[in-house]
């Protein structure tokens, strides 16, 4: 075996976890009109309730993932449109579907993406009570161009803080308007104590009309970098920027769990509310398609049919790509970035086509490696 197929199969091997993320779009309704700027989902603004998921298609998701015996833990990402506009009652039934179909060997977690303009006291105690981890997205300054409802949102948000029950992380959105202003978005939730985490804009969904809002990968990479060196000279920092702190967790020799830097194939997949089954929430194109999960006898049914064998043969070939880009050798990061994320390539044109922020990875990287020994010194030290 070669040292490719040695980093290839290794990264393959990832996928062997005998777990299963599951995002379930639970409805295409949305809260916030009009939509946001970025959002990926063109359906996602009906106020139509004929777009939430059905009680029979949930204890379908859940008998035949949980219910299974495929897999030793299920992971369940509610998801939208706006995942708590369903109300309590859906979530209350889901619970009671994975208590019915697991027979006691399956760890399952519950986990939920909210722009928390629903949030209160009497959803924040329903999601602690029944351990749901919360995430969040909030544009700091700039939440009042792209979404709007700014006051609201962050209102709730500290409201769940001083709940002891703060996001694990609020995604913020990269585009041309603030690509530059990182460290001040750093500061703006730092000051808050809310961890957060620079997610670049995508051109996918409704993204699309807005090309003024894109930036390209070099932008990105350099601000990360700029937000990166601004990070490691605070002395007390009070909060965690999920990308870099992965980012730095690879770079020194320790696990960083990003769906967008492994072999996602197998591990990750999203449900949309009518049932059919995609490798990612980010696409609802009919061609990935793999299915319905009202018609599968189980979940991992999907993976054996035709679309999914293309699927993971063209994620495949994007990573050897990875490994033989420089005369037959690997990609100098490709053991930190292992191909960056699939749905990205889609929006770069297929999903053998290289991550659109391949370059950004790259700069992000090559500078953690750089600054690699003086984090060391850091630990070492005690820091």
Avoid at 63 to 89: A, C, M, Q, T, Y
Avoid at 345 to 360: E, I, N, Q, V
């Amino acid at each position: 075996m070669t040292k490719n197929e040695e980093l290839l199969n290794n990264t393959i091997r990832t996928c062997n976890t005998g777990t299963i993320s599951i995002t379930a779009k639970v409805t295409k309704r949305c809260n916030i009109r009009p939509a946001c700027e970025y959002c990926y989902d063109f359906e996602a603004q009906s106020d139509n309730k004929e777009f939430d998921m059905s009680t029979q298609t949930l204890d379908n998701l859940i008998k035949k993932s949980v219910g299974s015996g495929d897999f030793n833990r299920v992971i369940f990402v509610w998801h939208g449109g706006e995942p708590l506009v369903v109300g309590k009652k859906f979530y209350q039934k889901a619970l009671e579907f994975q208590d019915k179909y697991n027979s006691g060997k399956v760890i399952i977690e519950n986990r939920l993406q909210t722009n928390a303009v629903a949030m209160d006291r009497a959803w924040i105690n329903f999601l602690k009570t029944h351990n749901f981890k919360m995430e969040s997205s909030f544009d700091a300054f700039d939440n009042d161009k792209s979404r709007g409802k700014s006051q609201q949102v962050l209102r709730n948000l500290l409201l769940a803080k001083d709940m002891d029950y703060a996001p694990g992380n609020v995604m913020f959105i990269v585009t041309k308007r603030n690509v530059n202003r990182l460290k001040e978005a750093y500061d703006y939730f730092n000051k808050r104590e809310l961890n957060f985490t620079p997610s670049p804009i995508i051109s996918l969904g409704q993204a699309c009309q807005y090309k003024e809002l894109s930036i390209t990968p070099e932008e990105y990479g350099h601000s990360v970098v700029d937000l990166m060196d601004y990070i490691l000279k605070q002395p007390k920092p009070k909060i965690k920027v999920r990308f870099i702190d992965a980012v730095l967790r690879s770079v020194l020799g320790f696990e960083q769990n990003l769906c967008s830097h492994g072999f996602c194939a197998y591990q990750f997949i999203a449900s949309e509310s009518s049932g059919e089954i995609y490798p990612c929430a980010k696409v609802d194109q009919p061609e990935w398609s793999f299915g319905n999960i009202n018609e599968l006898d189980k979940l991992s049914d999907i993976f054996s049919t035709e679309k999914y064998r293309k699927y993971g043969t063209a994620a495949t070939n994007r990573l050897t790509d990875c490994l033989t880009e420089n005369s037959g050798k690997p990609c100098e990061v490709f053991q930190h970035c292992k191909g960056g994320c699939a749905s990205n390539s889609l929006a770069a044109g297929g999903y053998s086509k290289r991550d659109f922020y391949c370059t950004a990875y790259r700069i992000v990287f090559n500078h953690a490696l750089n600054v690699r020994a003086e984090l060391l010194k850091q630990l070492n030290n005690g820091g």
